[in-house]
């Protein structure tokens, strides 16, 4: 079954390769989507694929990489978009 999630992630995650930890782990799940940098500090991630692969890259989210300070992350269904990659945006 697909499933399609946007993710925010709140706390220390911009400028520690948050966005590269998300990218590469997103491939090795084949989830696809895109994850960015928000103006107001937080990253949005865009997630879509199978919904196994997809709830664990949720987990990993929550995690992010060793230098990330998560304080809050906020998961909202959407609607499939059928991404065929996935992509880091720049604003």
Do not use: W
């Amino acid at each position: 079954m697909k499933k399609s999630v946007r993710v925010y992630i709140d706390g220390t995650v911009q400028g520690i390769f948050y966005r590269a930890f998300v990218k590469e782990n997103a491939e090795k799940e084949n989830v696809k989507g895109f994850v960015r940098n928000l103006e107001d500090g937080r990253v949005e991630v865009f997630l879509e694929g199978d919904t196994e692969d997809v709830d664990k890259m949720v987990e990993l989210c929550k995690t992010g990489p060793k230098h990330s300070d998560i304080k809050k992350v906020e998961v909202k269904p959407e609607k499939f978009q059928d991404f065929k990659t996935f992509k880091i945006l720049h604003i």
